[in-house]
């Protein structure tokens, strides 16, 4: 009895751990929202780039070589060969972190306007040392982002030669 116990126990267990919302919207371990531009760009081949994240990218776009990779409903990638860039869409729920706090974005705000601009790692530090997700990259500049817990957003755009924030986009 003890031992049909103790089977019904681990089946239990095994069912409600196999029950867990996953975060992660890839169905690739080696691209999910929160990394996929910093392992892909636009000098991997697409046949290299179906590899990392799992599924086959769909030309979009012929004048301008661009692929578009559906990883979810949620999450997808885009590349654009003929002008270096690669960016994501997602849904910002995904990307939410209650570590952020944006009061400071005043101050980063005045920053940017003033041509005083700051670097990435300034910003970091004024959002309570939360790093940003990237989300878009060029050979000119790379986007960052932020999602508090209400779903209020900061996006920042730096330079790729001066590693200055050059625009902010929030949606407050």
Known sequence: ????????????LLIISGCKKENVLSNN??????????????NNSVS???????VEGTLIDATYNEYHW??????????DFTNKEVREEFNNASLINK??????????????DDDSSITYEEV?????????VLIR?????????????NSEYLQATFSQDSSKCIRLVSSF
């Not at 559906?70 to 590349?79: A, E, G, H, L």
């Not at 970091?124 to 940003?132: A, F």
């Open 99 to 112: 570590k952020v706090d944006f009061t400071k974005y005043e101050n980063i705000k005045r920053l940017v």
């Open 29 to 42: 371990d080696n691209c999910d929202v929160t990394n996929c531009l910093d392992v892909i760009d636009w």
């Open 137 to 149: 990259k060029s050979v000119d500049s790379v986007d960052y982002i932020w999602v508090d817990d």
């Open 70 to 79: 559906k990883i979810s409903n949620d999450f997808s990638v885009y590349v």
């Open 1 to 12: 009895m003890k031992t049909v116990r103790l089977f019904l126990v681990i089946i239990l």
């Open 48 to 54: 290299e780039i179906n590899d990392i994240i799992g």
């Open 124 to 132: 970091v530090e004024m959002l309570n040392n939360v790093d940003g």
